[in-house]
């Protein structure tokens, strides 16, 4: 479990609580309860590396299921948390679909138009909803240096095994 404590003030998902988040694996899996009743789940993992340099931040993909309680459907926004410095990190919808239970995964199913087809109006009336419903700045702050920071993790357990193995040969 993530201990919220040791990142800064700002940087808290606020109302998310840690749903999923194993070690070895490359995403993350945050819930909340609205004051309405409405279950938000949050599943988000570093995009690929833009260049060869690497970036800072890279890119974020998230996923972002709303459903109302009491009902099967549920509503799916798929998206990316991206920007050019830690400063300025926005979260672009690519997709939103509704799906008719948690369970149903056709994907031959008419999902919608493409987001940035949709009308201007209702595409900013879907970021409006998600950000009351915590699809805000803390929370796209808090995956993006959790995200990072986990991949750094992952990457000095990644040079130790590789040691361990090299001196072993010796």
Known sequence: ??????YPVGF????????????ASQD??????CESGEEVAVSALLGPVRDEEGSFPRDILMKVCIKKPGLDPILRFDGEVSGKDFKRLEFNIHSA??????T???????????????????????????????????????????LHIKEQSQYVSWLRKLEALVSKDN
């Open 28 to 33: 993350v899996v945050l819930r909340r309860r």
């Open 1 to 6: 479990m993530i201990d919220l404590s040791n």
């Open 97 to 102: 679909c509704y799906l008719p239970s948690p």
């Open 12 to 23: 808290h998902p606020r109302d998310f609580v840690v749903d999923w988040d194993f070690p």
């Open 104 to 146: 149903s995964l056709n994907l031959s199913a008419y999902r919608g138009p493409s987001f940035s087809k949709l009308d201007p109006n209702l595409q900013d009336a879907f970021k409006e909803y998600l950000q009351a419903k915590g699809i805000g700045e803390d929370l796209t702050y808090f995956l993006v240096l959790h």
